[in-house]
């Protein structure tokens, strides 16, 4: 092996083990990172995601916006189990970022992990 051939391959590796550090920086960052409901309600609020309404019915626990029990509704099955993610949903006075229904309604509206990233103060 040349050591041109050498000093490539380890730059290589070099790299590759910075962007596993820095993956793994971010997978923390995000596991990490949550707001308040009333934080991500005035956020989704301007983003559109949900009504003045629906934030004003969620922010004090009495209801949750449309999406979410959409959101629900197609992805567990059961009513008994529709019931306890809703009740779990309404009871939740933090949202995590790294939160399945989060990560659904991300899908939902085409945010993409950068986008909500910033949302939650995480710069990449």
Known sequence: MTIAKQKADDLA???EAQRL?????????RAAASMSRLDFAKLALREGW???????AWVPGNA???I???????????ADKQDIAEINALGQLV???????LRLLMMSKKVTDVQ?????GIAQ
């Open 95 to 101: 949202v995590n970022r790294n939160d399945l229904l």
């Open 21 to 29: 550090i820095q993956a793994e920086q971010l997978a923390q960052a």
């Open 68 to 78: 979410v029990t959409d959101i629900i509704a197609q992805h567990i099955e059961g």
């Open 50 to 56: 949900i009504t003045a309404a629906e934030a004003k």
């Open 13 to 15: 590796e070099v790299r």
């Open 116 to 120: 909500m990233d910033a949302h939650f």
């Open 64 to 66: 949750l916006p449309q």
